[in-house]
C-alpha cells in the first residue's frame, strides 16, 4: 500500500479557495482510481471526487465548484475547490484503490491506502 500525505488545507472565508494536494510514497497507475473524500465531525466519510484514466466523477454538491487532477510524473492528487461553502467544512482525505474507478467511486470500502487528513474550515 501506498503512503499518502495531504496537504494545503486552511481557513478560508465564504467564497474563497484552496488546493488541496496528496502525495504518494510511490508510483499511481494510471488506472488506479484516485479519490479525495471529506469527513464533517458527528457525519460519514463522504466521496468528494474520484478519476482514473478517462474516468472523473464528482459529488453533486462540489460539480462546477471543485476540480480534481493528478500529476503522474510526481505522484500528486490534487483538489482545486473554488466557490467555498461553510458546508464544505470538513477533514479531507485522499485515498488510492487497486482497481479502475466504477460506480461506487464514493463508497469508502472500494479503497485501500487512506492519507492522514487535512483540515478544510470555511466561515461565514
Known amino acids: 500500500q501506498a503512503q499518502l500525505v495531504e496537504s494545503g488545507g486552511g481557513s478560508v472565508e465564504s467564497g474563497g479557495s484552496l488546493k488541496l494536494s496528496c502525495a504518494a510514497s510511490r508510483y499511481m497507475p494510471s488506472y488506479h482510481c484516485m479519490a479525495w473524500f471529506r469527513q464533517a465531525p458527528g457525519q460519514s466519510r463522504e466521496g468528494v471526487a474520484a478519476?482514473?484514466?478517462?474516468?472523473?466523477r464528482y459529488a453533486e454538491s462540489d460539480e462546477g465548484r471543485f476540480t480534481i487532477s493528478r500529476d503522474s510524473p510526481k505522484n500528486i492528487l490534487y483538489l482545486q475547490m473554488n466557490y467555498l461553502k461553510p458546508s464544505d467544512t470538513a477533514m479531507y482525505y485522499c485515498a488510492e484503490s487497486p482497481k479502475f474507478c466504477s460506480g461506487s467511486w464514493a463508497d469508502p470500502n472500494e479503497y485501500t491506502s487512506w492519507g492522514q487528513g487535512t483540515q478544510v474550515t470555511v466561515s461565514s
Open positions: 478519476t482514473a484514466s478517462g474516468f472523473t
